[in-house]
């Protein structure tokens, strides 16, 4: 249908304008040229939207098997553009870079979206043989994550939000992606693959299992980072408690850049991000906060509305406060910070916490200072409550 109203709008321009190089004036059924074009125009443009929508249902949906032995979400991006001669294929060189495969838990819920792993890329070996493979699935990627797409369970942000880019860090590397570059190297991978790869009539849906297997084939690993390494991790281990999976990804120096295996109830698998998966732990609100505590050296009264939690780093203070916020519920909080927290995250914290009441901060009793911090909960910021000798 799609390609049917494609082929006929460019008849109709081509006849509009053979028609206009005689003189020839346009009417038909009571519109005249310029309408019978701003229909035309609205009607393509209702195809390709058509078409997009479908291409992305057929990459996120279309999955060939459960297992997903690899992250299947991936895109090519050039290694490098200064050196870039479309005329000389030497100067052709490409990174992998894998992408989050995050489901919106909620319908909205924006901060569940697709983005980057946070990893400088892997180089590609037989570059060539790798495109014949995959090119025409990278194509339609790429394709989607310069448009966007949104549904129930989605939320893939179009590429001149750079949302795509929320997790990557800005000094990880001198290969890390920017708002500056990923546009002009998203441009250069999709027209080189629409050379390389023209569509097809029958495009396959979804990456097989013998594509997802053989990825890692074609990549440059470093040492360790094999199967078993830095970029597998395997938590799907149904022995494993809630609390045991969010021990093994905390205690992970590494689990930075790396995308984790996720086997939900329904026995799907996706490949998510560390801060995504620590989320996916904790399923519920709050149990998931109970868990949360409890694997933090604290504990939760629900009939006193009381909670006691050690936060060792600023990220483990902004998950306590999403999983706290989520909650709905009100309690009388201490919290001890097992890391040399600067002023501003603790007003941090302290602004994260909603409605709470926070009691005390480091054997810091707040309900005694001055200013009252108790009756103006987040409001106010933490030199205002806090000796400077504190901090």
Known sequence: ????????????????????????????????RDQILDDVHKL?????????????????????????????????????LDTWD??????????????????????????????FSNHPGYSINQQQEFFQLYGDYILRVLQMIKQGYSSRLYEVPS???????????????GRALSAASIGDLVEKSITYL??????????????????????TSYLSLKDGDNAKGNLWRHISDPQRTGIARYQALKDDVNAKRDLWRHTRDSQHVSWVCQDHILLRLFPGTLE???QFVSTHGGHVDM???????ELGSEKESVLFCSLLEKTKHTFDISIKLNWNATRSQVTELCCGMGKTIVLEIDGINLDTHPQNYIHYSTNLFAEDIIPNSSL
């Open 303 to 309: 009939q006193l509305a009381t909670l006691t939690v």
């Open 86 to 115: 479309d005329k000389d294929p030497s100067t052709h060189r490409f990174r992998l870079y894998f992408i989050c495969d995050t489901r919106m838990r909620h319908k909205d819920d924006k901060t569940q979206h697709l983005h």
């Open 159 to 173: 590429l001149d939000t750079f949302k795509i880019l929320s997790k990557c860090d800005s000094d990880t590397t």
């Open 288 to 290: 998931g906060l109970k």
């Open 1 to 32: 249908m799609v390609s049917n109203i494609q082929y006929f709008y460019t008849q109709i321009m081509v006849e509009i304008q053979r028609l206009d190089k005689t003189g020839v004036t346009i009417q038909v059924k009571g519109k005249d």
């Open 44 to 80: 393509n443009e209702g195809a390709r939207m058509a078409a997009h929508v479908n291409m992305c249902e057929n990459t996120l949906y279309n999955i060939d098997g459960d297992e997903d032995p690899a992250p299947r979400l991936f895109i090519v991006l050039p290694s490098v």
């Open 194 to 215: 629409q050379i390389l790869s023209p569509p097809t009539w029958f495009p396959r849906l979804a990456l097989t299992r013998v594509q997802s297997t053989l990825i």
